[in-house]
């Protein structure tokens, strides 16, 4: 083959496996330490996240505090994903397609820990979308950007429900970018 042919067909399969492999992953530093991640979610080829909802738990006075149990993306073609989600409570809250970032209060020690208790995302017209999650804890930086490209997939860590241990629920989340 012709070296230039070479570069052609080495040019081609990289965009293939870009396309294949190459989501960028936006994510924060100060996502809780408990849990497993669950399985990726993303939208339909075509698709991507237009609002997101959250699942929260009210606070329990004397009880186990969770906060954050689940988020859910809203797509653009109507249907909704989410990852590994909390038990505790129904409630989901209320679109995105800039960063995020998540407020998460620091382990308690002997006290009752919550992980995250809320997010927030950035348009690319500069609104910016809080949840109406618990107030524990501070706010993380900012992740970086999809941009016009939007958010097309969702994964979750979620500590499992303790027994009679003290539980956390949702304790982190990463987004990847839609492919061009």
Known sequence: MAPSLHATFGLLLCGCLWGAWGQTKISVNNGGIWGTWGEEQSCAKGSYAIGFSLKVELPQLAGDDTALNGIRLLCSNSTSIQSNVGPWYQKWDRGIDGGFRLRVEPCQGLKDDTAANNIEFYC???????????????????SHSCGSLGICTIATKVE??????????????????CNA
Do not use: F, I, M, S
């Open 124 to 142: 690319t017209d500069g609104t910016e979308l809080k949840g109406d999650g618990r107030c524990w804890g501070k706010w993380g930086p900012q």
């Open 160 to 177: 499992a429900p303790q027994g009679k241990g003290d539980d956390t629920a949702l304790n982190d989340v990463y987004y990847k970018c």
